[in-house]
């Protein structure tokens, strides 16, 4: 399906990287949920809470676990949503708005994200993503930038280069092995 630019099998670049980390649907529940299991099922029971304290609660627990991570959950959640519009917008393929997340995941969890940097690095992985995964024109990529800038609101003089810290960040690792992009893909084929 889209094999010609995953890694070989047994390539693994991205070691520990665990494409349902930031994915998981624990995370909106915390501890406001209760698990039951009965003999033939097992179900959950999510107490009602105010929307701001379950976000609080979340992001508190996130914290706790990602202390590394300089961005709340739902600000990461929310760049993910841009980035996935901005996708839907240039007409990106799933599988190539999956790659984006994986690097932008990624650099999350490396602790490279903060408040000041956050809206170019997700649109650099958006760029990365489509150069690498597509047969791009040079039109092709001038809208992608355009739609970039408009969408983050930040300029292409601080992206074209910005890209290349982007790259050496991620260890010139642009070619992913299929386990690290699937779970993304599924969730975004899901979503449509």
């Known amino acids: 399906m889209f094999m010609y630019f995953l890694c070989p099998p047994g390539v693994d670049d991205f070691g520990d990287y665990d494409p349902n980390l930031l994915s998981?649907?624990?995370?909106p529940c915390g501890k406001h949920k209760r698990v039951l299991i009965f003999a033939s099922y097992m179900t959950t029971v999510i107490e009602y809470v105010k929307p701001s304290d379950l976000k609080k609660?979340?992001?508190?627990?996130?914290?706790?676990?990602f202390p590394q991570v300089k961005l709340t959950l739902s600000k990461i959640r929310s760049l993910k949503r841009e980035i996935r519009?901005?996708?839907?917008d240039c007409g990106l393929q799933p599988v190539t708005v999956a790659m984006a997340?994986?690097?932008?995941?990624?650099l999350v969890l490396q602790g490279r994200l903060n408040k000041r940097n956050r809206k170019l690095v997700s649109a650099a992985c958006v760029l990365?993503?489509?150069?690498?995964?597509?047969?791009?024109?040079?039109q092709d990529v001038t809208q992608l930038i355009d739609k970039l800038e408009e969408r983050f609101r930040i300029s292409r003089r601080e992206l074209i280069?910005?890209?290349?810290t982007i790259l050496v960040a991620l260890?010139?690792?642009?070619?992913?092995?299929?386990?690290?992009?699937?779970p993304h893909y599924r969730r975004l084929v899901q979503q449509n």
Do not use: C, H, R
């Open 171 to 182: 260890e010139m690792a642009l070619y992913l092995p299929e386990s690290t992009i699937m």
């Open 57 to 65: 609660d979340m992001n508190e627990t996130f914290k706790e676990k």
């Open 101 to 106: 997340f994986v690097y932008f995941e990624k």
């Open 85 to 88: 519009t901005v996708g839907d």
């Open 24 to 27: 998981d649907p624990q995370w």
């Open 128 to 138: 990365l993503a489509a150069k690498i995964s597509s047969d791009l024109k040079k």
């Open 161 to 164: 280069p910005f890209e290349f």
